[in-house]
T-cell receptor, first 111, second 116 residues
Framework: RKEVEQDPGPFNVPEGATVAFNCTYS??????FFWYRQDCRKEPKLLMS???SGNEDGRFTAQLNRASQYISLLIRDSKLSDSATYLC????????????FGTGTRLQVFP | DVKVTQSSRYLVKRTGEKVFLECVQD?????MFWYRQDPGLGLRLIYF???????EKGDIPEGYSVSREKKERFSLILESASTNQTSMYLC???????????????FGPGTRLTVL
């Protein structure tokens, strides 16, 4: 089983749509959770951290379910500029700075 | 803003050559990382360093070595390049402060290495 699993997509959605990505992780000792965004031929950049209580940043909402070891990202009112690959990221275990990256979910928003 | 720079965006080398990839960060971060990224495989950790002159193997260290003589600089060395080391190489840094919120990694723009 992969340490971090994501649906690779692609998700093709029209502008204005709401789209949700899911991710599962295998190490119950993980403490840090992130969503990164990676544009084509660019480096990954942090989109948002994911907190236990869930958190929102504008059109983006992240949720964490520790019991199920499940992370989600919801994007509302999709824009063309949201087209990218979204990487689910967790730290490798208790008290470590190593991160494990999922292989990413590709989103394509069309007009 | 954190800035992580890498010495080359594109590099073409021949099989058997020794290759140096340089990474520099300007935020006084303790931790530095080298990854390679391949289609379908995602980001895989090669080596990381949590202090000057300290290093730890990641998931795929074979064929690579690293050097960290100064806090801001982390070098990846391919002792004898092979065609299966053709890949995108990404360097990253993180603060090293205690606590999950400080695990965020900042990436350089990447070096696309082709080994012929």
């Amino acid at each position: 089983r992969k340490e971090v699993e994501q649906d690779p997509g692609p998700f093709n959605v029209p502008e204005g749509a709401t789209v949700a990505f899911n991710c599962t992780y295998s190490n119950s000792a993980s403490q840090s959770f992130f969503w990164y965004r990676q544009d084509c031929r660019k480096e990954p950049k942090l989109l948002m951290s994911v907190y236990s209580s869930g958190n929102e940043d504008g059109r983006f909402t992240a949720q964490l379910n520790r019991a199920s070891q499940y992370i989600s990202l919801l994007i509302r009112d999709s824009k063309l500029s949201d087209s990218a690959t979204y990487l689910c990221v967790v730290n490798a275990g208790y008290n470590t700075d190593k991160l494990i990256f999922g292989t990413g979910t590709r989103l394509q928003v069309f007009p | 803003d954190v800035k992580v720079t890498q010495s080359s965006r594109y590099l073409v080398k021949r099989t058997g050559e020794k290759v140096f990839l340089e990474c520099v960060q300007d935020m006084d971060h303790e931790n530095m990382f080298w990854y390679r990224q391949d289609p379908g495989l995602g980001l895989r950790l090669i080596y990381f360093s949590y202090d000057v002159k300290m290093k730890e193997k990641g998931d795929i260290p074979e064929g690579y070595s690293v050097s960290r003589e100064k806090k801001e600089r982390f070098s990846l060395i391919l002792e004898s390049a092979s065609t299966n080391q053709t890949s995108m190489y990404l360097c990253a840094s993180s603060s090293g402060l205690a606590g999950p919120r400080y695990n965020e990694q900042f990436f350089g723009p990447g070096t696309r290495l082709t080994v012929l």
